[in-house]
T-cell receptor
Framework: DAGITQSPRHKVTETGTPVTLRCHQT?????MYWYRQDPGHGLRLIHY???????DKGEVSDGYSVSRSKTEDFLLTLESATSSQTSVYFC??????????FGQGTRLTVV | AQSVTQPDIHITVSEGASLELRCNYS??????LFWYVQSPGQGLQLLLK??????LVQGIKGFEAEFKRSQSSFNLRKPSVHWSDAAEYFC?????????????FGQGTELSVKP
């Protein structure tokens, strides 16, 4: 299995609080992604990174920011969590456009 | 706009029966095509992928998929389903000149297997 670790695996937070999710990889892959998974929507891309300090928005980026200061770490921050951001968040990595490997997911509940 | 459609939200089949999960895509050119499987509480695992060449692709766990350009489809099949195949299945596409694995997913099809 690809070396991808997401932390935390589960989190409950209150509306309006900041939240940071971490994705750590040991594969030295160039590309990293954050997706959210919601029933009936499959997985939707939030943000992605194509190198250290190089990031771009995906289709559902509003309310989220990311940072990548090291190849191995990609952080997703919810500046002020809302109930609509309750979801399962997946990190993925890839070296080329031929295959992406996914982490185990983080279940976030905003109450 | 680019999109992937999985028409069946939920399918139930009997163990030992054959399976076909449908996937249609809308894209300007033939993209790279993927099928992923997700077991409950787990991440996604790649079943198979199509880039070019033979339109019938073999994957892991006995799955195969057939690319039909004329129908913009990439349906997943398995001749005999096992109880352990119960999971959610996602079809995904990526543009050929995509930087990295930036995927567009379908909504998913949940597969239940009856004993």
């Amino acid at each position: 299995d690809a070396g991808i670790t997401q932390s935390p695996r589960h989190k409950v937070t209150e509306t309006g609080t900041p939240v940071t999710l971490r994705c750590h990889q040991t594969e030295n892959h160039r590309y990293m992604y954050w997706y959210r998974q919601d029933p009936g929507h499959g997985l939707r891309l939030i943000h992605y990174s194509y190198g250290v300090k190089d990031t771009d928005k995906g289709e559902v980026s509003d309310g989220y920011s990311v940072s990548r200061s090291k190849t191995e770490d990609f952080l997703l921050t919810l500046e002020s969590a809302t109930s609509s951001q309750t979801s399962v968040y997946f990190c993925a990595i890839s070296e080329t456009n031929t295959e992406a490997f996914f982490g185990q997911g983080t279940r976030l509940t905003v109450v | 706009a680019q999109s992937v459609t999985q028409p069946d939200i939920h399918i139930t089949v009997s163990e030992g029966a054959s399976l076909e999960l449908r996937c249609n895509y809308s894209y300007g050119a033939t993209p790279y095509l993927f099928w992923y499987v997700q077991s409950p509480g787990q991440g996604l695992q790649l079943l198979l992928k199509y880039f070019s060449g033979d339109t019938l692709v073999q994957g892991i766990k006995g799955f195969e998929a057939e690319f039909k350009r004329s129908q913009s489809s990439f349906n997943l099949r398995k001749p005999s389903v096992h109880w352990s195949d119960a999971a959610e299945y996602f079809c995904a596409v990526a543009p050929i000149y995509n930087q990295g694995g930036k995927l567009i997913f379908g909504q998913g099809t949940e597969l239940s297997v009856k004993p």
